[in-house]
């Protein structure tokens, strides 16, 4: 079964500071897909990255970059130089490829103070 | 605006009663999602329809839900006698085959 872990449930950083979001995930298939998205106090869900098992490459976009490593079966997301509008709920989320259900993890808020 | 829209926004019931929620996705998206999202949580899995065609629901979608997307453009989900425990806000998110889910802004659902 697929399973998605955010242990942390709230982070506070000033601005400027960099931060790092938390993703554990289970699933038993080789084939899966990581994503990240971004629920901003307005509600809509915003896609941020889609990361398949097979690609194991860091990526950058911006400020933000993500870590993805299946050793231990995390894909952690960081932001440089955080502002105020990065103010959020952040999602992770797990896709395996036989499924078609997209399996979220609990999501951590992320408060910038400036 | 070319996003998935979805309608009404925000919808009080009583116990009870019937409501029906609309969403239209992205228009060259053959996949259409629905979601559940209770406060502090993320949002968990209903159903989904590729085309017209409804290929998974999630064990949460009770007797009292059903859902259509009968022309495999828009769709419709219906809950049958609310209950207080419906309450929640109701995602529906688009797709291609294979590719990211883009969502909506979402259905408050509160029952009362």
């Known amino acids: 079964a697929q399973k998605v872990t955010q242990a942390q449930t709230e982070i506070s950083v000033v601005e400027k500071e960099d931060v790092t979001l938390d993703c554990v995930y289970e699933t038993r298939d080789t084939t899966y897909y990581l994503f990240w998205y971004k629920q901003p106090p307005s509600g809509e869900l915003v896609f941020l990255i889609r990361r398949n098992s097979f690609d194991e490459q860091n990526e950058i976009s911006g400020r933000y970059s993500w870590n993805f490593q299946k050793s231990t079966s995390s894909f952690n997301f960081t932001i440089t130089a955080s502002q105020v509008v990065d103010s959020a709920v952040y999602f992770c989320?797990?896709?395996?490829?036989?499924?078609?259900?997209?399996?979220f993890g609990a999501g951590t808020r992320l408060t910038v103070k400036p | 605006d070319t996003g998935v829209s979805q309608n009404p926004r925000h919808k009080i019931t009583k116990r009870g009663q019937n409501v029906t929620f609309r969403c239209d996705p992205i228009s060259e998206h053959n996949r259409l999602y629905w979601y559940r999202q209770t406060l502090g949580q993320g949002p968990e899995f209903l159903t989904y329809f590729q085309n017209e065609a409804q290929l998974e629901k999630s064990r949460l979608l009770s007797d009292r839900f059903s859902a259509e997307r009968p022309k495999g453009s828009f769709s419709t989900l219906e809950i049958q006698r609310t209950e207080q425990g419906d309450s929640a806000m109701y995602l529906c998110?688009?797709?291609?085959?294979?590719?990211?889910?883009?969502f909506g802004p979402g259905t408050r659902l509160t029952v009362l």
């Open positions: 998110a688009s797709s291609l085959i294979g590719y990211e889910q883009f």
């Open positions: 989320a797990l896709s395996e490829a036989n499924n078609n259900d997209m399996r």
